[in-house]
T-cell receptor, first 114, second 112 residues
Framework: GENVEQHPSTLSVQEGDSAVIKCTYS??????FPWYKQELGKGPQLIID?????GEKKDQRIAVTLNKTAKHFSLHITETQPEDSAVYFC?????????????FGTGTSLTVIP | DADVTQTPRNRITKTGKRIMLECSQT?????MYWYRQDPGLGLQLIYY???????NKGEISDGYSVSRQAQAKFSLSLESAIPNQTALYFC???????????FGEGSRLTVL
């Protein structure tokens, strides 16, 4: 099956700085890569995703990049704010509509220091 | 009201007891999932269901069973709970072309 590794496990940044979280995957057939944000006491919520036919996607202060050759993808958060503090999970899938599973990374706890 | 509702939100039980976690959704999605979250281990898939007549094992199904009572309801059972099943459990739904999973707020289970 797929193996998704995520680094770092914890990350502290000053407010206004950028944060980068990196994930690697093992199955070259994976083609969908979502990122989820989990706030304290809540369930994970999708914040951005990317498909294998795209190298980069941006949504305001967050962006995701994908390198299919190296089998890694990254989440970039710019101009971090205290409300960005949460646990972030990456995931990989071979295709949601084919019935394939999502494989999640182990999470990154991001703390934004005011 | 939440789109994906889990009950109970917190439960403490003893070893050997049967416990059921329930999940209901108002999103109209066909696909429902049960995940387990442990510190440092991320989210691990226990069972998933693509419709009422379809049940599939995930990565860590041993010791668990599920029932899909209706499109909107998917319950997880621990027939004889053991301490290493202490964890945070999430139900999720998925549907449509976007591939997005929608999670409930979690059920924290402690087995003494």
């Amino acid at each position: 099956g797929e193996n998704v590794e995520q680094h770092p496990s914890t990350l502290s940044v000053q407010e206004g700085d950028s944060a980068v979280i990196k994930c690697t995957y093992s199955d070259s057939a994976s083609n969908y890569f979502p990122w989820y944000k989990q706030e304290l006491g809540k369930g994970p919520q999708l914040i951005i995703d990317i498909r294998s036919n795209v190298g980069e996607k941006k949504d305001q202060r967050i962006a995701v990049t994908l390198n299919k050759t190296a089998k890694h993808f990254s989440l970039h958060i710019t101009e971090t704010q205290p409300e960005d503090s949460a646990v972030y999970f990456c995931a990989a899938s071979k295709g949601f509509n084919t019935g394939n599973q999502f494989y999640f990374g182990t999470g990154t706890s991001l703390t934004v220091i005011p | 009201d939440a789109d994906v509702t889990q009950t109970p939100r917190n439960r403490i039980t003893k070893t050997g007891k049967r416990i059921m976690l329930e999940c209901s959704q108002t999103k109209g999605h066909d696909r429902m999932y049960w995940y387990r979250q442990d510190p440092g281990l991320g989210l691990q898939l226990i069972y998933y269901s693509f419709d009422v007549k379809d049940i599939n094992k995930g990565e860590i199904s041993d010791g668990y069973s599920v029932s899909r009572q209706a499109q909107a309801k998917f319950s997880l059972s621990l027939e004889s709970a053991i301490p290493n099943q202490t964890a945070l459990y999430f139900c999720a739904t998925g549907g449509g072309m976007a591939g997005e999973l929608f999670f409930g707020e979690g059920s924290r289970l402690t087995v003494l």
